[in-house]
């Protein structure tokens, strides 16, 4: 591999790179890609079965523009052969078609584990139960079967349940087993920044800048009705208030939130079971979008706000105390189990209880849970507290306890106020006492949960124990290497876990270490758990490996056929000449970044080579870097490899995911086949 011929090359990349411009930005490429629409209005006669919408919704969808040339000045040349060889392999590899019909060849790994009961074109006893095609991402399956939406042959959707600020709840019923469920969509985005959203809440902002965000909020909205303050609202700013005062009203750096780590969120939330939580039993990943699909247990007997609350004048209803004693206890024991499981709601409101059928109340909703971990410091769980007694309030007077025109007025009140008790509802003493306790502004001074538990309104007298989880004792919930790795479904991870877990060991990475260099043979592969990792190739370097002397083509896969299995995203990030923040310099660049959940230097074991696309290529394509601090699970090649000649359906397995996650090897075959494309030429 004589080193001139790929500085050679290396400059006709890089002037290759510099005379192209991309038919779309990446960006574009990204919004082209059909968002899931799980609609529960689809009927057998609407094949595209989107809410009556023409077809799949496609955002940012534009025009194709054919490649062309510029010069430097801008003036458009002819192209050369090589040029119109390698546009029409782009045009090919990028087509829509093309595109489909690479997910045409990933779809058999998707369904291997899943009962087909909906296979394409199938028709019941009557004739009448059909399924069509209705979407297909990566990994988020949507056909329709029966008139209605199926998601992954599994979920079919009955009716939507109810919309929340930022996603929609649909009931469904699960084919596998036949019970209800709930299945809500979230955006990955709100999830990520919800979380980070907690903890620097958590992490105590200053009064100043809460005032700031108050005012800003204020003049954003100045209409904004004082009542959709919510306990929870009320809670955070509370517990910010008082922070701040107690921090001399002064910004802290320190104690800065850590980088969100939604999968661990999500493997711990998989993990709680108690009869006052709603369970959380699966969570869907589309690659592709910014959805992340929530499979809930279905609490049929609504929330315990809209019962209460008249929509129209936005007033409580006052509930009989004996009713919200029963609510209450429930809640406290909820409460006390995830508080013990070191999980904070952050969350608690009327809107986020649920009643069973049977009179169980649960709580849900934990889209601004935190997952508390000693080395962060400071245990917030008192937010929930307060929280809860401002739920207590509510339902016995039909009112909040602080109110105010605007979200500053609020602040004011929740932070200098005395807590008051309207005359014209009557209550126990015992009540209010509790109140008293509860509802203290001072965190430290406010009832735990546990005085809370214990106090006689709760307990009436001690006649009706609350017990504590610390009392009873019980495991903590811990999540392990295979929770976080099965936390979010992909497809085949379910089957592939037991095979590859016990092989693992944990490392950790700082920002910028190397984890396996470019060109050595790749000896390792690493399950990320926290933290983000990036696959950097060096074009000067890039080229095939079993070329003749004469550098003759030897492989037995055309080029074109390579630019059938490249990932859009990798093509476009070849040919863009426009310098982008993931390039290096030097001819270095960043060609794929990894998160959680997510394996790195897999393709050095199952991808094909490169260029004669047999076998497995025993190089690392590509440097493996931490980019940030990072901790991951490490599996030798060797073990890997042994364990995939054991169990031929992981190879499979583990060849998807390489094609999924648009890995480097994609983008090192786009580079040889651009290499060869321009030899042919010659
Ligand atoms: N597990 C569930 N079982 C039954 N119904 C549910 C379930 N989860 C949510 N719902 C219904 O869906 C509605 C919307 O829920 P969602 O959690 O999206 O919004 P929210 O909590 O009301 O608002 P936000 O998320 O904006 O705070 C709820 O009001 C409730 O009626």
Redesign the pocket.
């Known amino acids: 591999m004589s080193s001139s011929r790929f500085g050679k090359f290396g400059d006709r990349l890089k002037k290759k790179l510099s005379s192209l411009r991309p038919s779309q930005s990446l960006k574009n490429r990204d919004r082209e890609r059909v968002e899931p629409d799980i609609d529960s209005s689809c009927t057998a006669s609407d094949a595209s079965c989107t809410s009556g919408k023409q077809g799949p919704r496609v955002l940012g969808q534009q025009p194709r523009r054919l490649p062309h040339r510029a010069s430097s000045t801008g003036a458009l040349l002819p192209m050369s052969s090589a040029d119109s060889q390698f546009y029409q392999m782009f045009d090919t590899a990028t087509s829509p078609k093309r595109h489909g019909s690479l997910d045409m060849m990933l779809r058999p790994f998707s369904i291997t584990s899943r009962r087909n009961l909906f296979a394409e074109g199938s028709v019941d006893s009557d004739g009448a139960l059909r399924s069509h095609t209705l979407k297909t991402t990566d990994k988020l399956e949507v056909k329709k079967a029966g008139g209605r939406a199926v998601v992954n042959r599994q979920y079919m959707v009955i009716k939507v ?7 929609r ?1 649909s009931l469904v019923v699960n084919l596998n087993d036949l019970q209800l469920y ?1 299945l ?1 969509t979230v955006s990955k985005a709100h999830l990520k920044k919800s979380i980070r959203r907690v903890r620097s809440s958590l992490g105590r902002r200053s009064m100043n800048n809460l005032l700031e965000a108050a005012r800003k909020a204020d003049a954003a909205a100045a209409a904004a009705n004082a009542a959709e303050a919510t306990a929870a609202a009320q809670a955070e700013a509370q517990e910010d208030a008082k922070a701040a005062a107690s921090a001399g009203l002064e910004t802290r750096a320190t104690n800065s939130p850590k980088a969100p780590d939604m999968v661990r969120e999500i493997a711990v939330m998989k993990k709680l079971d108690h009869p006052n939580i ?1 369970k959380l039993h699966e969570v869907i990943d589309d690659p592709g979008t910014d959805s992340l699909l929530l499979v ?5 007997g ?2 315990l706000e ?1 019962p209460y609350v008249d929509q129209s004048a936005g007033l409580w209803q006052p509930l009989p105390e004996i009713t919200v004693h029963k609510h209450f206890r429930e809640i406290c024991r909820g409460l006390d189990y995830l508080h013990y499981n070191h999980v904070i709601h952050g ?1 608690l409101k009327p ?2 209880l ?1 009643r069973s059928s049977n009179g169980r109340v649960k709580i ?2 934990f ?1 601004s849970a935190l997952i508390y971990q000693e080395a962060e410091g400071v245990w917030d769980g008192q937010v929930d507290v307060w929280a809860a007694g401002v739920c207590i309030y509510v339902w016995v007077f039909g009112q909040l306890p602080f109110t105010g025109k605007s979200i500053l007025d609020i602040f004011s009140a929740i932070k200098t106020a005395p807590l008051t008790f309207p005359d014209h509802i009557s209550c126990s003493l015992e009540l209010k006492d509790l109140l008293s306790k509860v509802l203290v502004k001072d965190p430290r001074e406010r009832f735990s949960l546990e005085d809370m538990m214990r106090h006689e309104w709760v307990n009436v007298h001690n006649t009706m124990p609350c017990i504590a989880m610390r009392d009873t004792g019980g495991e903590v919930v811990s999540v392990t290497a295979a929770d976080m790795a099965s936390a979010i479904s992909k497809q085949g991870r379910e089957a592939m876990l037991p095979m590859i877990m016990p092989m693992f060991k944990e490392v950790y990475f700082l920002h910028g270490e190397v984890m396996d260099m470019e060109g050595d043979e790749g000896k390792l592969v690493f399950l990320l758990a926290d933290g983000e990792a990036e696959v950097v190739v060096d074009a000067a370097n890039a080229g095939p490996r079993n070329d003749t002397e004469d550098g003759e083509y030897q492989g037995d896969i055309s080029p074109s056929e390579m630019l059938g299995m490249m990932s859009v995203e990798s093509m476009t990030a070849i040919v863009s000449g426009t310098p982008r923040p993931w390039e290096l310099g030097n001819g270095q660049m960043v060609v794929a970044t990894h998160g959680p959940g997510e394996f790195v230097g897999l393709s050095a074991l199952v991808a094909p080579h490169p260029v004669n696309g047999t076998g497995a290529n025993p190089h690392s394509p590509g440097t493996i870097r931490a980019r940030t601090n990072l901790m991951a699970y490490q599996a030798s090649r060797q073990a890997m490899a042994a364990a995939m000649r054991d169990h031929p359906e992981l190879k499979e397995v583990l060849q998807s995911q390489v094609w999924r996650q648009r890995s480097d090897q994609t983008v090192m075959e786009a580079i040889s086949a651009l290499h060869l494309g321009q030899r042919a030429s010659v």
């Open positions: 349940l109810g919309s929340g600020q930022y996603g709840v709930a809500k709603v809930m247990e279905f609490v049929d609504g929330t809209q969350d809107a986020n649920m849900g909703d889209g």
